[in-house]
């Protein structure tokens, strides 16, 4: 369709098209699509590939065509400040009246985000491009354009809101949407279509198999998530423990809390894809027995935790790494609150140089010290001779020490040296009389003044203080350390991606189209695990997932493994140009947070020009857990049909797991009335619904 309009609009005489995308290996795509409507004398430039000058500049020379640009490109700027979409402005004109298409377009839905959150710069750059072309022509392409109501504010060429409409903005027209509800929905998309803005074709699904296939978790998967979750709730517990004894901040104490339920979260998701593993190497082995192929889908590839794990302890490791794991370690190592570590040697030192200070400061005066110096000075001056003989003077000082005087510090008057009291701390020399109170006890040697009897003291208390704060840190540094060798000593699940490649064969029999960088493969002797990068020496990492894209559609791969991040846009259905035309088995693995992720990855299997329509297998464990977050995709599954098509039954249907009804409210308020009320459950029930409870009677 795309490659349709541009080839219409280039025989009308707009040689100058924007085709935007969402990555730069679909730009081959483009390629073949333009070929395929017979467009093959128009020229597609990647965007990417070119630097940030004039694209009609003699150095580039980029006089008509398509430019193909990704959203990640038209947000991006050079270090002199030269963004692309300036680059793109300026190539097109301010008149310029050609193509502007929006291929993928639900990567700018949060231009209106929720509250408390901020437009996406994705978002920003597609409103701005249309309005510094206005005199464009725009078309926005998504099979998933828009599964809640928001998601609809970059589109304003609609004409749905603003100037000659009954709604004088976007907001004005998203409040009216969502108190109509689903209905409203459906009346807009009805409205688009009858005045001929909106074309929403589907393929058939004549021939496609949906099918959900419960996984019911085996033993040791039983056993394994029963000690998982008795480890959070006491890791729970151990950390509002040690939050107490640190006497963390308020501040600091909700951070740890917001990371604790978020890796909580992680963790069981990340249990629930590893239980199913057995079941998707099942599937995958039948499906393959049956002469047919297999794509996998998952949306997390774990490659954080795998970076990680090869940093701390090296490339070759004995077995694949385990997420839950990794998380657990990284969510005890950064946030256990700890308290304040107490530098004692630090401390002593200052305390030693605190004394010192005191004792050099002090005021020593001997009136006969320093008569005995000035003659002795005099002395030296008068002699012409210049000779001083040290030992007389040892000798005569040595001789006079029993008559020495020293002055009080207090009321300063002359006295003999054994009628004061002197400091053995500050050196400091008073008489017993001057002091407050006045000191009645004996003359000792190691007599310490008030002052630094209060200094003595509140010495040996901080010494006290800083034992204690030692002994706390200490003690918390230990159940630390034990709640980290728990969580090694846990038996967990390995990372279900690499988990399932080893499992169906390894590198050689799977085609990996992700978004990560590198991968754990098992050794050739079986006996460990070496990490190395995903491309080849003749694959550069750019061409890393088109290549493996054409291993599977040549029929040299017979399995796929397909992430969000490596997979949008890519084609991996029956095509009938294809070598490999046979029926693709499409297991989902884990269900993607939002619907229109889980349309996207439905659509890579199910698309035009294929010889045989694909089976789907939703996997699901017996998880209530799971089934309540299936229960979110059920919700907004309708909500994108009735958006896309005027009708909240199209496309494919998780409604068995939509909670988010009549039923599901009343069954919830129900168990809330039981808890509040203390009474059973099904005594509830039967009050509510008597005819559930009659006995089958036989006609």
């Known amino acids: 369709t795309i490659a349709g309009l541009i080839w219409e609009n280039w025989q009308q005489g707009r040689h100058k098209a924007v085709w935007v995308s969402v990555g730069s290996d679909l730009k081959y795509d483009a390629r073949r699509d333009l070929d395929d409507v017979g467009a093959k004398c128009v020229q597609v430039h990647p965007l990417n590939k070119l630097p940030y000058s004039k694209l009609d500049s003699k150095a580039i020379g980029i006089k008509n065509g398509v430019i193909f640009v990704t959203y990640s490109s038209l947000i991006a700027s050079s270090e002199r400040g ?37 437009p996406t710069r994705t978002g920003k750059a597609v409103l701005e491009i249309q309005e510094k072309l206005p005199e464009a022509r725009v078309v926005y392409c998504s099979a998933t354009g828009a599964s809640e109501p928001r998601n609809l504010g970059y589109m304003v060429r609609l004409g749905l809101w603003g100037d000659g409409t009954s709604f004088q903005d976007f907001p004005q027209f998203l409040g009216a949407l969502e108190k109509g509800g689903v209905g409203a929905l459906e009346l807009v998309a ?57 006497g963390e901040e308020k501040g600091v104490s909700n951070q740890i809390w917001r990371l604790y339920w978020s890796s909580h979260q992680r963790f069981f998701r990340h249990m629930c894809m590893s239980a199913k593993v057995p079941a998707v190497v099942k599937l995958a082995k039948e499906a393959l027995a049956e002469n047919k192929c297999v794509v996998i889908g998952l949306q997390s590839t774990g490659e954080a935790r795998t970076e990680e794990a090869v940093t701390k302890y090296g490339v070759e490791m004995e077995d694949f790494v385990s997420g839950p794991r990794e998380l657990l370690l990284k969510l005890v190592e950064e946030n256990y609150p700890l308290p304040p570590k107490p530098d004692t040697f630090q401390q002593g030192e200052e305390k030693v140089t605190e004394i010192q200070r005191k004792r050099h400061s002090a005021q020593d005066v001997s009136f006969k010290g320093r008569v005995r110096k000035v003659a002795k000075m005099e002395d030296v001056s008068d002699d012409d001779s210049g000779d001083y003989s040290p030992s007389e003077s040892s000798d005569h000082e ?9 002055m009080c510090q207090i009321c300063n008057s002359e006295e003999e040296k054994s009628l004061l009291l002197n400091c ?6 008073v008489h017993p009389s001057c002091l407050t109170p006045p000191w009645t006890g004996m003359l000792t040697d190691d007599w310490s003044c008030y002052s630094c009897k209060k200094i003595e003291g509140q010495e040996m208390e901080h010494d006290a203080n800083v034992a204690d704060f030692s002994k706390r840190y200490d003690s918390a540094v230990e159940r630390k350390l034990k709640i980290l060798d728990v969580i090694r000593s ?4 390995n990372n279900p991606l690499d988990d399932i490649i080893d499992q169906l064969g390894g590198p050689d029999k799977v085609a990996e189209i992700t978004g990560r960088r590198g991968m754990l493969i098992r050794t050739s002797d079986g006996k460990g695990v070496i990490y190395q990068a995903r491309n080849a020496k003749e694959v550069s990492m750019e061409m890393i997932n088109m290549h493996e894209k054409q ?35 499409h297991v989902t693995l884990e269900l993607p947070w939002s619907a229109d992720r889980a349309i996207q990855q439905f659509g890579r299997t199910h698309r035009s020009n294929q010889t045989s329509a694909p089976q789907y297998r939703l996997l699901f464990t017996n998880l209530g857990g799971e089934k309540r977050f299936a229960s979110i995709v059920a919700k907004r599954l309708e909500s994108l049909g009735a958006l896309t098509q005027g009708d909240r039954r199209a496309g494919p249907s998780l409604s068995a797991f939509n909670y988010d ?39």
């Open 82 to 118: 030269r963004s692309r979409l300036q680059q793109l402005v300026q190539w097109c004109g301010h008149e310029f009246d050609g193509l502007i298409v929006f291929d993928e377009c639900h990567k700018a839905k949060n231009l209106i985000p929720d509250a408390g959150s901020q």
């Open 190 to 246: 009805m409205d688009m279509k009858a005045r001929g803005m909106y074309v929403c074709r589907t393929l058939s699904y004549k021939g496609a198999d949906f099918d959900t296939v419960e996984a019911p978790l085996e033993e040791r998967m039983t056993n394994m998530y029963g000690k998982a979750a008795e480890f959070w709730a006491d890791l729970r517990l151990e950390l509002l423990s040690a939050g107490e004894i640190s």
């Open 398 to 406: 040595s001789s006079e020490s029993d008559e020495e005087f020293h």
């Open 424 to 429: 053995s701390g500050c050196s400091l020399r």
């Open 490 to 493: 846990l038996d967990l699940p």
């Open 551 to 585: 291993q599977f559609m040549d029929d040299k791969k017979l399995i796929a493994i397909i992430s969000e991040a490596g997979s949008a846009g890519v084609s991996l259905h029956a095509d009938r140009r294809a070598k490999n035309q046979r029926r693709r088995v």
């Open 661 to 699: 009804s009549t039923y599901g409210k009343k069954a919830l308020t129900m168990v809330y009335r039981g808890i509040m009320e203390q009474v059973c459950i099904l005594s509830v029930i039967f009050q509510q619904f008597p005819l559930f409870f009659m006995p089958y009677t036989p006609f």
